[in-house]
């Protein structure tokens, strides 16, 4: 994702435009309109002359991303000794060290922002060339040098850790948020592993996390609670809790559904594909499969009532139901109480399409779709914060 085309850098530069030469700049913003127009092959050209800089850090990840792995993993694992040199040039040999100014607010500094791109790229084709290890490890440096997670790897870590079979740091880190004041950061983003609890949540703190807590953050921690201290009312919490904040995720799960990955709201159809193109080797072990299908309270959950309200029937077994193709979060028991609701369907549909496509265009750094709601986004950089309002003027 070029997340320096709609940030403070679209107008400052890339990298804050102090460390990448203009014409560099220039031949990385072509290619890079080009790659989303899936036409890489015209993209090279202006690659090449972009990575004339080395500083540019983005290009070697438009670059790895044209490759084909192994081979892709090496160019960014050359990005990143590159950018780690450019850094200490820019910001001093000390930049990286634990006690530096810098370190805990990587991505504040726009200098930093290429590199870390970098690290997050990396993140993605480890983890697709199987080097789960690799993943972790680099998600968990991400998080020493920016614990406020700018580039939302959250998530990964956790799946990373269940994916090398290091549970107990899986749940320890999963454990670490649901009780943190939003208004502080954690330090190291909460990747300083600890023993962890198997004390279950009182009531307060359970609907604590059921209004703000992240689905795929419970679903890890319940089957890392799985695989740490057994069958208990512990792991059954955590399912009970994961099942509530994003039921459409269990319901893959039970249902063995194919998975992907595509940008999508919080909590929603495409954050459960997210979530399980990540995680679905954990889940499908037979005994993991078992347990989650044997909980009747966490089934009670994701069980669908026919989206026609005049007909009010009932699934037998999870998943058994349609889902609306289109927004993918209302199911129906048959075509004709689909088409019979439609009509009151349709601008719930609607509207939730028009957001998925707000946020797929924020996402590729594209123009708005027309007719879109002004959408703002912030990003807090030097002490500061710089609002984006993002409008919609029609098609690229």
């Not at 983003?189 to 198997?198: L, V």
């Not at 909590?267 to 499969?289: M, S």
């Not at 009932?314 to 927004?327: D, S």
């Not at 914060?385 to 029609?394: L, N």
Request: glycine letters at 8%; a neutral charge.
């Amino acid at each position: 994702m070029s997340g320096h085309r709609f940030r403070i850098e679209s107008t400052m530069g890339v990298g804050g435009g102090n460390i990448i030469s203009a014409e560099s700049q220039r031949n990385l913003e072509i290619a890079e309109t080009l790659c989303n127009r899936r036409k890489p092959e015209q993209a090279l050209q202006y690659l090449f002359r972009a990575m004339e800089d080395e500083n540019t850090l983005d290009t070697f990840i438009q670059f790895a991303f044209l490759h084909h792995l192994p081979e892709a993993v090496k160019v960014l694992e050359d990005a990143k000794r590159k950018g780690r040199a450019s850094l200490k040039r820019c910001l001093g040999n000390d930049c990286f060290d634990d006690d530096s100014e810098y370190v805990g607010h990587f991505y504040e500094v726009l200098t930093t922002r290429p590199y870390m791109r970098v690290l997050q790229a990396q993140v993605r084709l480890y983890f697709e060339n199987g080097q789960y290890a690799e993943s972790a490890k680099t998600i968990t440096e991400m998080l020493r040098l920016c614990p406020g997670d700018n580039l939302g790897q959250r998530a990964w870590l956790g799946s990373m850790l269940l994916l090398t079979k290091h549970y107990s740091d899986a749940l320890s880190f999963c454990q670490r948020w649901p009780d943190h004041d939003r208004l502080t950061v954690i330090p190291r983003g909460g990747a300083a592993f600890k023993t962890p609890s198997s004390t279950c949540y009182d009531v307060e703190v359970e609907n604590k996390i059921l209004r703000c807590g992240n689905g795929a953050m419970a679903y890890n921690a319940a089957v890392a609670a799985f695989r740490v201290f057994g069958d208990g009312e512990f792991a059954r919490q955590y399912l009970r809790i994961a099942a509530k904040i994003n039921p459409i995720i269990l319901t893959k799960i039970l249902a063995k559904e194919g998975f992907d990955n595509l940008p999508g709201t919080h909590n929603g159809p495409e954050d459960a594909r997210d979530y399980l193109f990540v995680t679905q080797d954990v889940w499908i072990k037979d005994d993991a499969w078992e347990w989650a299908n044997a909980s009747q309270e966490a089934e009670s959950n994701v069980i669908k009532v026919c989206g026609n309200s005049a007909c009010g029937a009932v699934e037998t077994q999870v998943a058994q139901f349609k889902r609306c193709a289109a927004c993918k979060k209302v199911v129906y028991c048959s075509q004709p109480c689909q088409r019979s609701d439609w009509s009151k369907h349709k601008p719930r549909c609607q509207q939730h399409q028009e957001m998925k496509n707000t946020i797929r265009a924020i996402y590729n750094g594209r123009t708005l779709p027309a007719g879109a709601v002004p959408t703002y986004s912030a990003d807090f950089v030097g002490g500061g914060v710089a609002v984006t309002e993002h409008v919609g003027f029609g098609d690229d």
